[in-house]
């Protein structure tokens, strides 16, 4: 018999001790994946934004909109290949005002030249360019509104006043997770000419550049700014990665403090075991007295200890591992009813994080065992023997 496997037969010591502290270990593991998943689910498009796009705002604030004709200036900045604008119209359906999504005014052509990555029938495309109130809308944010190719919609926006009918030109979709299937393109001469405030007028929220060289992309912002640095409104220049977490700046305070929850769990966790570990260590003191007289080496007892807690944590990893993908599996049709669908549309457990969460349930046993372990393997046989088991 090896030490594992009389560590494996000891779990069975006090079954109701075991039970319990494996399920404070998989409810651990449970909520650190969920946790850990909903933080990628935030931030993936972040992550795997386009390397060879910058985007270029007031250098203020993204609130503050650039006169138009900066497009055209950052067009002639060495190492530019494209360049478009959008402006943020902050939409709503007048039917269900509780639909949270992104609806851009943009420049119709040229940003369809700067995202490729935009997925659409040559006639959704062709229909979309042709017609002024024209829209694109991501296959998400379609089935949220009810609205498929043909349709009409209205919609009123929290910054211009007005109702703004729409004709659906396109559904698109994408494989790249940086691209938001849940938002709502439309053309930006029909927003500006709606403006009745000439200061508003011919301006835009923000500029996208497709660039030369991703390796440049620093050398290249930098340009732009300075094509700007004499004029009354600056700019500020940088990736795309850069710029999409600058506008979800507003989650970042929430991403951080659920971190910082998934963290403290796992301590969490590390108690629980080590408080199991030390009260079965308590009581058989008189037993492992008997191993040292019968000829076991004091290492022997301190990694039988370990192994026991090792096993405690897989066993309530693996539990926590396979509820808590089940649960995810099921968030996303949850979502679907919520404000959130849009936002997390890859709400989805990683491998990564599986694997994670498992070497963690399983090392945090080891640690937890350590001080026990170590008070264990320095017990003197007659000190040990005394003690009634």
């Known amino acids: 018999m090896t030490l594992a496997t009389l560590a494996a037969r000891n779990l069975t010591r006090n079954k109701t001790r075991v039970l319990l502290t494996v399920v404070g270990v998989a409810i651990a593991v449970t909520a650190f994946l969920i946790f850990r998943t909903f933080i990628f689910a935030f931030t993936v498009g972040q992550e795997q934004a386009a390397s060879d796009r910058i985007g270029t705002r007031d250098k203020v604030s993204f609130i503050m909109r650039l006169p138009k004709n900066y497009v055209d200036k950052i067009r002639a900045v060495p190492g530019v290949r494209a360049a478009t604008w959008a402006d943020w119209f902050g939409g709503q ?66 910054i211009y006043p007005g109702d703004y009918k729409f004709h659906v030109s396109g559904i698109y979709t994408s494989n790249v997770k940086a691209v938001d299937r849940s938002s709502f393109v439309f053309h930006w001469e029909y927003l500006n000419d709606s403006l009745k405030n000439p200061v508003a007028k011919d301006k835009v929220g923000w500029i996208l550049s497709r660039i030369d060289d991703p390796l440049k992309s620093a050398e290249i912002s930098k340009k732009v700014d300075a094509t700007f640095d004499v004029l009354d409104q600056q700019t500020t220049t940088m990736s795309e990665k850069a710029m999409a977490t600058q506008f979800g700046g507003m989650f970042s305070a929430i991403l951080k403090v659920i971190s910082a929850v998934s963290i403290v769990i796992l301590g969490i966790m590390l ?114 023997l005394r003690v009634v088991g």
């Open 93 to 158: 359906d007048p039917r269900d005002k509780t639909i949270f999504f992104g609806a851009f005014a943009v420049d119709a052509k040229s940003y369809l030249d700067v995202y490729p990555e935009y997925i659409l029938s040559p006639k959704a495309k062709q229909d979309f360019l042709d017609d002024r109130q024209g829209a694109l809308v991501g296959d998400i944010l379609a089935k949220k509104l009810h609205v498929k190719e043909g349709d009409q919609i209205t919609l009123t926006s929290q």
């Open 271 to 384: 108690l629980i075991l080590g408080n199991t570990i030390a009260m079965g260590v308590r009581e058989r003191t008189h037993e492992y007295g008997t191993l040292l007289a019968l000829g076991f080496e004091p290492a022997h007892i301190g990694r039988l200890i370990v192994l026991e807690s090792a096993f405690v944590g897989l066993i309530g990893g693996i539990a926590g591992t396979l509820v808590g993908t089940a649960i995810v599996s099921g968030i996303p049709k949850w979502l679907e009813e919520t404000p959130l669908s849009g936002i997390l549309e890859f709400f989805q457990v990683l491998p990564v994080a599986t694997v994670v969460g498992l070497a963690l349930s399983v090392i945090l046993g080891a640690i937890a065992a350590t001080i026990p372990a170590w008070r264990a393997s320095r017990l003197q046989v007659t000190t040990a």
